[in-house]
């Protein structure tokens, strides 16, 4: 039996009490000490995209640790260079800044907005972000979004940020005017309840844009790097943005994220104006390297399209014979079942039950498995949710 005793922890209690402890992963499945097996549809929220382990990543993370750990930025590393000119190659980009998280990622996009408008014209000064939008807690992160949640007792917050109804064209249209900076927008909303912008939207933003010079800032920090079936979720909807942020999957549980931006955004981010320490170092590059090599190959991604769209399918089933379903939404292996009864509850139930969820607002329970989920995964998710439910009246 495993004893729960309650010890005082030297933890700042952010995240409220935790009692699931694990000590080994291994594909889509994390283990406890004593051995309790539990499918993890959470991912690590969104991040352990190749699964927990993954060969080739524990490989490569040996060799470079036997290598060079870090070296700071003062020097040029090469397979910093190498990882850059591959993202670009294969994104609208052409300059790369690596942070070691998907809120710094934000927070240089933002400064790659504030810096081009400081060159080109000083009254753009506003960055119109969506309800429900989640950008990390940072200062400026929390202020691009208006969710009390996240930013009660923390004002004053920053200024410049303009936060408007989602998927609302008439909203947007009314809210821009001369001095509107950028648009800041994740085309799949994570923690604020799975909700994609719709492929029209997301084209209208971009027309916006266009015809107002307005930079277009995505963050895909969740809803990227191959979890839509697309290497970037904006790619469904034909658009390019300007600026990029991306983190989570793209290390696969190492600590690492990225800025993209194209060359004519990022002409303000001149020598001195923005730094890490730690942003794209060594370990953190040869693991980035790897997972993009293997996400990015058309045939992951198409993998990824086709389990994808087979969870859909069973998900939608099930929202047909459970009336405590609402609705099932979301895209690609970001999806989320809106429930009747407390979602939080439910999650807990399903924990109980060895899959691992994480809830997300608006009373959502949110899947976001490893892109490595085959349908023997998908079927097991499925029946535990189906008998979860079931118990629950
Ligand atoms: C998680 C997340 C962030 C913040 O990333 P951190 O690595 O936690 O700083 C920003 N934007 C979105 C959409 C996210 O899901």
Redesign the pocket.
């Known amino acids: 039996m495993e004893m729960k005793t309650k010890t005082k922890s030297y933890i700042m209690p952010t995240y409220g009490e935790r009692d699931l402890v694990f000590s080994r992963g291994q594909g889509c499945y994390l283990y406890t000490q004593s051995g309790k097996k539990y499918l993890d549809f959470a991912g690590g ?2 991040v352990n995209s190749l699964g927990h382990c993954h060969p080739k990543l524990v490989t490569i993370l040996k060799q470079q640790s036997e290598k060079l750990w870090h070296t700071s930025n003062l020097y040029k590393n090469k397979n910093q260079e190498l990882f850059a000119k591959e993202l670009c190659n294969k994104t609208f980009a052409q300059k790369v800044f690596f942070t070691n ?6 927070e240089c996009g933002l400064k790659v907005i504030k810096s081009y408008w400081n060159l080109k014209n000083k009254n753009k000064k506003n960055i119109i972000t969506f309800h429900g939008a ?5 200062f400026a ?1 929390l202020s691009a979004q208006k969710n009390k949640k996240y930013s009660d007792g923390f004002t004053p917050l920053l200024s410049g940020f303009k936060n408007i109804p989602f998927n609302d064209k008439k909203a947007l249209e009314n809210s821009i005017n001369k001095e509107t900076a950028a648009i800041l927008i ?1 085309p799949i ?3 604020g309840g799975i909700r994609p912008a719709s492929l029209e939207f997301l084209r209208y933003v971009k027309k916006l844009c266009k015809k107002n010079d307005i930079l277009l800032f995505l ?5 990227g790097f191959g979890r839509s079936g697309k290497l970037y979720s904006h790619e469904w909807a034909k658009i390019k943005p300007d600026i990029l ?1 991306t ?2 999957g793209i290390g696969s549980g190492f600590p690492l ?1 990225a800025c993209l931006a194209n060359s004519k955004s990022s002409i303000g981010m001149t020598k001195g104006k923005h730094g890490s320490t730690y942003g794209g170092n060594p370990l953190a590059v040869a693991v980035g390297r790897q997972v993009l090599r293997i996400i990015s190959d058309k045939k992951f991604l198409k993998k990824v399209d086709i389990i994808s769209r087979y969870l859909w399918k069973k998900l939608k089933k099930l929202e047909s014979i459970h009336d405590e379903i609402i609705e099932v939404r979301g895209a690609g292996l970001l999806l989320g079942i809106k429930t009747k009864q407390n979602n939080i509850m439910i999650s807990n139930r399903l924990k109980k039950n060895k899959l691992l969820t994480v809830p997300a607002g608006d009373n959502i329970i949110r899947l976001a498995p490893p892109l490595i989920i085959n349908k023997k995964h998908a079927d097991e998710a499925i029946n535990i949710i189906d008998q979860t439910l079931k118990k629950l009246k």
């Open positions: 929220i969104a998280s998907g809120a710094e990622a934000i989640f950008h990390g807690r940072t992160a994740e909303q994570g923690e963050d895909e920090v969740q809803c942020a983190a989570k994220g």
